[in-house]
């Protein structure tokens, strides 16, 4: 009578003698069940190697923690080195206890591909890093369970044994990521606008108490320091307003400093020079009355029209003399004289056409230094003078 296919079965385990004592009976092959928890992928074997049972997947791989970046970024994500290094580890969350590698990659175009990632150890350094431009650097780790990424779980450990049913990846697939920029580049400061400088004078007039700068850098988000004559004024990019200067010349330096920490070093193009007058005014209840305008220094100028009506200012140091305030064909006339000196200097205020803020040239920046009370006295009779401000410097 013919054997039927599981008398077979049997027949062929029993001639196996010790072999087939210590096999287990399996079922058809392919249908082996993987252990639930396992921590290893290595199939079980008897005491002669002789695998016992199918391979399982092991399903949880290594977690991967990024503990430090050297030097640390600031809090924009910036760094002023173009060398940097990565710690890292990584740890099993389970009883696994299998050796644990590394692969890592750095990019800069924000892109994770398979073909980047390369074997590393922590810490991982890098050196001469280009500074960064459109896009930072990505630096990504990832943990791998080195023992069990070598095995293919689902390949059959042996004859009539069949493999687990999965492998699933033996490394963290949320690598762990870090992202930095690199800038060891100080940026360029520039002085756009700051008063115009006129023909004939020493320095550049402003024609307010409070004259506007216009500032920038060229790298975007730069934050600016200034100063005028070494005392700290606020300053950002764009218009400025520079408030609470007095009378007389005056430096403006600026430094622009990028996200990095750069700080511009130099002061080819981030420095103006100009001067600032005074504001004329007269006691109460004189022969000068004050008027408001929105183009005077102070927000109004000084008019008379009394003959002798007189002003004064002290100057030190004296060596360009200039008198500003509104003009136009009608207006009277003043003399000047400073100190002890012998000689008064006849200033006609009359212009041809009428001139919001007009500059009068008393002394050039070719005269002799003079200190002392400046005295101005009107000479006309009949005629308007206006005066606003006074530049004695």
């Not at 005491?47 to 391979?55: E, R, S």
């Not at 100057?315 to 004289?337: F, Y």
């Not at 007009?358 to 400046?374: A, C, E, F, K, W």
Request: proline share 9%.
């Amino acid at each position: 009578m013919p054997t039927s296919p599981r008398v077979r079965r049997v027949g062929l385990l029993a001639a196996g003698g010790l072999v087939a004592g210590l096999l287990p009976l399996v079922g058809p092959a392919g249908i082996a069940q993987a252990a639930e928890a396992c921590t290893t992928e290595v199939a079980p074997r008897s005491v002669l190697g002789l695998p016992t049972g199918p391979p399982c997947d092991d399903i949880a791989p290594p977690e991967t923690t990024i503990t430090a970046l050297t030097p640390p970024p600031n809090a924009a994500g910036y760094l002023r080195t173009d060398d940097l290094t990565f710690t890292f580890s990584g740890r099993h969350t389970d009883g696994d206890t299998d050796p644990i590698s590394f692969e890592c990659q750095l990019d800069d175009d924000g892109a994770s591909t398979n073909d980047r990632w390369e074997a590393c150890r922590s810490p991982q350094t890098y050196q001469d890093l280009d500074d960064s431009s459109a896009a930072p650097y990505t630096f990504r780790v990832r943990a791998i369970d080195t023992a069990d990424d070598a095995i293919d779980a689902t390949a059959p450990p042996g004859l009539l044994v069949a493999g687990a049913e999965t492998d699933l990846p033996d490394l963290d697939e949320s690598a762990a990521v870090s992202v930095v920029r690199v800038d060891t580049v100080a940026p360029n400061t520039f002085v756009l606008s700051s008063p115009p400088q006129l023909e004939g004078y020493r320095l550049p007039i402003a024609d307010s108490l409070s004259p506007q700068v216009r500032l920038a850098a060229d790298e975007g988000g730069s934050t600016f320091a200034c100063d005028v004559d070494g005392a700290a004024v606020p300053c950002a990019e764009g218009v400025t307003t520079l408030r609470g200067l007095g009378p007389g010349d005056k430096t403006l330096t600026v430094r622009a400093t990028d996200r990095a920490g750069n700080t511009d070093p130099t002061l080819k193009d981030s420095t103006a020079v100009f001067a600032v007058p005074a504001d004329l005014t007269a006691a109460d209840g004189g022969p000068w009355r004050s008027l408001r305008s929105a183009d005077a220094l102070g927000g109004s100028f000084l008019e008379t029209w009394e003959r002798g009506a007189m002003l004064r200012y002290y100057g030190r140091n004296v060596r360009e003399l200039l008198l500003i305030g509104p003009s136009g064909p009608g207006a009277g006339s003043v003399e000047v004289k400073i100190g002890r000196a012998r000689t008064w200097q006849p200033v006609d205020l009359a212009t041809p056409t009428v001139d919001r803020q007009h500059i009068y040239t008393v002394r050039d920046q070719n005269s002799p230094l003079r200190t002392g009370t400046i005295r101005i006295r009107v000479t006309s009779d009949g005629r308007p003078v206006r005066l606003d401000g006074i530049l004695a410097h």
